[in-house]
C-alpha cells in the first residue's frame, strides 16, 4: 500500500505554489490559476434528513493547535488595517498567507489531520452534518487525477453553541486575509472541520482507481 504523502504534497503544495507565486507577481495563465483551484475545491458529500448531498466548497489546511492562536492574532490584525481605499490589502494579505502557513519554513506549523472550510448556505450539508458527521471529500482534476478522503465533519458555530468558537473565526480569518473583510459576516459562517480517517486514489493510474492510501503515514 502507498502512502499518502502524494495526496498531501498534491492537495497542499498546489495551493501553497499558487498563494507564492501570485504573492511575487508571477505569472499565472488562467488556466494553472484555475486547475489550481482543484485542490481547493472538492465536493463534500453528506447524507441525513436532507438526503444523500455533494456540494462544492473551499478548503483549507490548518494551523496545529499551539499555533492558532497566534496566527489568527496576525490575520485580526491585517484585517483590521483594511480601508477600501488601500489597495495593497489583497497583496499584503497573500505575504502574510505565505509567511505564516505556505512557506517551507512554516511546513510544521501545519497539521495535515483535518481541513477547514465555511458554510455559506446553511442548506442541504449543515442539515446533513448536525445529524450525521460522516463524510466525504471528493477532489478532481482533469484529466485523470482524483482523490477520495473520508471522515468525520465537526461544526463550530458560536450562534449555536453560545461560546467563542475559534474554528469558526480562524476560517473566516483566513478568508478575509485576501479578500475584501467583513467581519459582521463572521457569527453567520460556521466552520466546518472536517477530520481524516482514510483516503483513497481514484486516479486513472496503476495505483488508483480507489486503492486505499497508507494514513498515517
Known sequence: MKTAEGFFRWAFETRAQTVIKLEQGQEMSPEKVFLSFCSHNPAFVSNGPAGLNASIKGIGFLPKDEYLEETLAAYQAHIASFTPEDKEYGKRGLKLLVDWMYSEAAHDRIDFSRVGSLELAKKHSYENYKVNP??????????????????????????????????????????????????SRWLSRPAYIFRIEEIFDNSVSKTGFGQQMQYPY
Open 134 to 183: 460522516q463524510a466525504t471529500l471528493l477532489f478532481y482534476e482533469p484529466p485523470a487525477i482524483s482523490f477520495e478522503v473520508r471522515g468525520r465533519m465537526e461544526i463550530h458555530d458560536e450562534t449555536d453553541s453560545g461560546k467563542r468558537e475559534i474554528y469558526q473565526q480562524f476560517i473566516n480569518a483566513q478568508h478575509d486575509v485576501y479578500h475584501h473583510p467583513d467581519t
